[in-house]
């Protein structure tokens, strides 16, 4: 089969209504998917495969002990801003859910970095436990197995991976799941609906449900199903806590969940799904705190991967105080408005809200300073400046993708095309009796002048394979 014969074949498998819907794109009229179709997976090598397959138990880790850090926090063991910071801008209700005991130990069971293959090696930019892209990663998987390739993760991973976690989860063979997906979240309706047809090849009872659709009694919530109604075991939250009110029936969601007449996945920790993690990771007042509890090991790996990140605080410093690890040639900085006058050539860091918020997904509030007009970069520094108390920012360096090429099929043109692209790797990574398995890598090749990289109608998405 030809390399256009591939692409054609996997565009023409692609499921009635695609994998993934998002209104603002337009895409080639004989194209089903919203990005360019490559004849091959993105090849990784066999050390990067075992780099990945070893990193998930390093950032099972990470979420244990900063779930660590946010309880000892409230308790006064650790200083009381770290707590201060991850709770910002959030509801009395929201900060309740986090720490009530009932959801004490749990932790997100889907984990998903993403990562740049820099020419100094892997960069992880953030970590993503309600991740979108595992239906049209599995999707796609299942297409290329069928035209020969070897995927990682094999080529249902996916599916298998999640299965494992529901039923180690619900600690049955046959659970009832139903993926809870919000309006927030309608643009990956599809590919959800695609995994829990999957799922239920797999032997479980997996529906993909509108919130209003979960039918609430004091015993536990149900699904109205044509046998009558069934009970749900467990739910699958792809819905976002900052969304909680405008999602029907999410009090009832999370009553049941407190009450325990369902598990809930991830649990309502709306601090471990903040990007400021990782300036606490890196401030140095913790530093005894991380190195103590990750362990050696963990704490050096992931001191080489975590890019230096700050949390973009308004607050006045006083005269003897500079922010940690942030200067300008050899001048710290005290004020984080000193950033606005630097040069486009001194600004290769990003600004992006942390969490909590409709931009904080999706790369839809990331700005990227040296891509910027200065005029713009200053707006940006002040708008983040000002957002403090509501919805919090970082900054952080910026790291760039090492250039590659990788065909795709041109529609316009009618053949394969090259294009020399930077690519962003995103292992999914499910969690099963307490063991992590890499079930899949998503690799996003985007051309190489985008400064930030995902899945835009130019970039190349495909699993990945080992070369």
């Not at 998002?22 to 075992?50: C, G, M, T, Y």
């Not at 959801?103 to 998903?112: A, D, E, G, H, T």
């Not at 369902?262 to 530093?287: N, Q």
């Amino acid at each position: 089969m030809s390399l256009q014969d591939r692409c054609l074949r996997i565009n023409e498998n692609i499921p009635d209504g695609g994998l993934y819907t998002e209104k603002q794109r337009e895409v080639h009229p004989d194209s089903n998917v919203p990005w360019r179709i490559s004849p091959a997976p993105f090849p990784i090598s066999a050390e990067d495969l075992a780099w990945l397959e070893n990193l998930g138990s390093h950032l099972l880790k990470f979420y244990k002990v900063c779930n660590l850090l946010y309880s000892q926090s409230t308790r006064g063991i650790q200083p009381k801003w770290s707590s201060d910071y991850l709770d910002k801008g959030k509801s009395e209700t929201v900060i309740e859910f986090g720490r009530m005991r009932r959801f004490k130990s749990q932790l997100p069971q889907v984990i998903r970095p993403d990562i740049l293959p820099t020419e100094n090696g892997m960069v992880i930019s953030e970590l993503d436990s309600i991740p979108g892209g595992m239906g049209f990663t599995g999707g796609l998987s299942l297409q290329y197995s069928e035209l020969g390739c070897k995927i990682v993760g094999g080529s249902n991973g996916i599916a298998v991976g999640f299965a494992e976690m529901v039923r180690s989860l619900s600690k049955q063979d046959q659970p009832v799941l139903a993926i809870v997906v919000s309006d927030e979240s309608e643009d990956y309706r599809k590919e959800m609906c695609w995994l829990a047809s999957e799922l239920n090849h797999l032997g479980l009872y997996a529906r993909t449900v509108h919130p209003s659709d979960i039918i609430f009694t004091e015993t536990g919530l149900f699904l109205n199903q044509d046998k009558g109604n069934i009970q749900i075991d467990v739910v699958y939250r792809f819905f976002e806590l900052f969304d909680l009110k405008n999602i029907p029936k999410s009090e009832l969601i999370l009553y049941a969940a407190k009450k325990r007449n369902v598990i809930m996945t991830p649990p309502p920790k709306a601090y471990l799904e903040e990007k400021l993690l990782f300036a606490l990771f890196h401030h140095p007042t913790l530093l005894s705190f991380w190195q103590r509890e990750l362990g050696k090991d963990t704490h050096h790996l992931l001191s080489e991967i975590i890019p230096k990140t700050w949390i973009i605080d308004p607050r006045e410093l006083p005269p003897h105080a500079i922010i940690p690890g942030l200067s300008l040639g050899d001048n710290p900085i005290t004020n984080f408005r000193q950033l606005i006058a630097v040069t486009q050539k001194q600004r290769e860091l990003v600004i992006k809200p942390s969490g909590f918020s409709s931009l904080a997904w999706g790369s839809k509030g990331v700005a990227i300073g040296h891509d910027m007009a200065t005029e713009d970069w200053e707006k940006t520094v002040e708008h983040a400046l000002s957002s403090f108390g509501e919805t919090p920012h970082i900054l952080q360096e910026f790291h760039k993708s090492k250039r590659i090429m990788m065909p795709y099929y041109d529609f316009d043109h009618r053949d394969i095309r090259q294009m020399k692209g930077r690519a962003l790797l995103r292992p999914y990574y499910f969690v099963a009796q307490n063991e992590v398995r890499l079930a899949g890598i998503q690799a996003t090749v985007c051309p190489d002048d985008k400064k930030i990289l995902h899945g835009m109608v130019d970039s190349i998405i495909v699993p990945c394979t080992v070369e």
